[in-house]
């Protein structure tokens, strides 16, 4: 069975530092994606960033980027130039993907995320 | 293009009574994920469905809860006799095809057993 560890429950920032969220995860399947998600106050699930196990390269997209340790089985998100609309709770999640076909997401436990002025 | 909908938003229920959730993915979607978030807690996987079939209820509890999704129509997570236990945002995400790694979720339904 895939678990998802998110050892930060709390973390706060304040506006246009940087941050970084830890996640690890263990698995013993090869063929992965990973992701991370952000819930605001409204509880919309909303996707932020996500990585392909295969991939080398780190994933970026605008503010947010992923350290990606494949070895190490680690996957942190850093958020730079924080801003408060990043204020939310913040999900690591795993996806198991099979030829073709993709499957359930297994979520972590969280880390809400404050920025402060 | 309208998201993934789900109603009601909120919804009370006595013990005992069941409870209806409705999902309607965005258009074009053929599949169907639901999942439950507890108090204070991450989403955890109910079940998965494909239009009138069911691909994985591996999260699903054995009794008193079921769901479908037809050809026409909302899918439903259909739960019988709620205990407080049951208390819990249930949400409902959807994506275009088996192989499509973006699932786009809704707002959730909060469930609220007194």
């Known amino acids: 069975a895939q678990t998802v560890t998110q050892s930060q429950p709390e973390m706060s920032v304040q506006e246009a530092e940087t941050v970084t969220l830890s996640c690890t995860y263990d698995?013993?399947?090869?063929?992965?994606?990973l992701f991370w998600y952000k819930q605001p106050p409204s509880r919309q699930m909303i996707l932020v960033i996500r990585q392909e196990a295969y991939k080398q390269q780190n994933a970026t997209e605008n503010r947010f980027s992923v350290n990606f340790q494949k070895a190490a089985k680690s996957f942190s998100l850093k958020i730079s130039d924080s801003q408060l609309g990043d204020t939310a709770m913040y999900f690591c999640?795993?996806?198991?993907?099979?030829?073709?076909?993709?499957?359930?997401?297994?979520f972590g436990t969280g880390t809400r995320l404050q920025v402060t002025l | 293009n309208a998201g993934v909908m789900q109603n009601p938003r909120h919804l009370v229920r006595r013990r005992g009574q069941e409870a209806r959730l409705r999902c309607s993915p965005m258009k074009g979607h053929s599949h169907v994920y639901w999942y439950r978030q507890l108090p204070e807690e991450g989403l955890k996987f109910m079940v998965y469905l494909q239009k009138e079939n069911i691909i994985d209820e591996s999260g699903m509890p054995k009794e008193r809860f079921s769901a479908e999704f037809p050809k026409e129509g909302p899918s439903i997570l259909r739960i019988q006799q709620v205990v407080r236990g049951d208390s819990a945002a249930y949400f409902c995400?959807?994506?275009?095809?088996?192989?499509?790694?973006?699932?786009?979720f809704g707002q959730g339904t909060r469930l609220t057993v007194v």
């Open positions: 698995t013993s399947e090869n063929n992965y994606y």
């Open positions: 995400a959807s994506s275009r095809y088996r192989g499509n790694t973006e699932a786009f």
């Open positions: 999640a795993f996806m198991i993907w099979y030829t073709g076909t993709a499957s359930k997401l297994t």
